[in-house]
């Protein structure tokens, strides 16, 4: 099974959340500028949607925040 990294679970929630506020926003917020119900986005990130759309949706997240799937959780909490 092919698992993309970093995997989905609360401290990549957290992650996300810290990198938002490290902006001046949030997650919540992000989301409602761009149509994202917020509640779907946060069960995107933590894995309990794992189907192509909330996959798909944790990319761009990810993206947005300055993280790729080949972000090891444990390396970006050391830095």
């Known amino acids: 099974m ?3 990294k970093p995997h ?3 401290r990549l929630l957290f992650l996300v959340r810290a990198r938002f506020i490290e902006r001046g926003e949030s997650l919540h917020g992000w989301c409602n500028q ?5 509640a779907y986005a946060h069960r995107a990130l933590t894995g309990v949607l794992r189907f ?3 996959r ?3 990319l761009r997240i990810l993206s947005e925040v300055g993280l790729t799937q080949d972000t090891s959780i444990g390396e970006t909490l050391n830095d």
């Open 56 to 58: 798909r949706l944790r």
């Open 34 to 38: 761009h149509g994202i119900n917020h």
């Open 52 to 54: 192509p759309a909330a």
């Open 2 to 4: 092919n698992e993309e």
């Open 8 to 10: 989905p679970d609360k």
